[in-house]
Nanobody, 124 residues
Framework: VQLQASGGGLVQAGGSLRLSCTAS????????MGWFRQAPGNEREFVAG????????NYADSVKGRFTISRDNAKNTVFLQMNNLKPDDTAVYYC??????????????????WGQGTQVTVSS
């Protein structure tokens, strides 16, 4: 399985960005795709996850109400719509895939495949 992420960039505080991640290769019938982020000097942290089958979601408290994760199963693609961005959201964002199916894990060790990362920079 390969994951290709895109959509990062530079935006002012209060602005929006949408990240995309497309999975290619063989997956299970039920899997989870998630987004993590890592800021300089910080550990990688869970941002959001979604199941492919029912679209159930889970969010980190820090992004609830501002970020929305969604998926297009026909294209094996997951999106992360990020609104009202803050400077603290600045990080490299990674998409990841968990072939386990359920529940939506927040620990990065549960995810078997990772994308290359895309930089999101929010200026104040």
């Amino acid at each position: 399985v390969q994951l290709q992420a895109s959509g990062g960039g530079l935006v002012q505080a209060g602005g929006s960005l949408r990240l995309s991640c497309t999975a290619s290769g063989r997956t299970t019938s039920a899997y989870i795709m998630g987004w993590f982020r890592q800021a300089p000097g910080n550990e990688r942290e869970f941002v959001a996850g979604i199941t492919n089958r029912y679209g159930a979601t889970n969010y980190a408290d820090s992004v609830k109400g501002r970020f929305t994760i969604s998926r297009d199963n026909a294209k094996n693609t997951v999106f992360l719509q990020m609104n009202n961005l803050k400077p603290d959201d600045t990080a490299v964002y990674y998409c990841a895939l968990d072939l386990g199916g359920w529940p939506i894990a927040t620990a990065q060790g549960r995810y078997e495949y990772w994308g290359q990362g895309t930089q999101v920079t929010v200026s104040s």
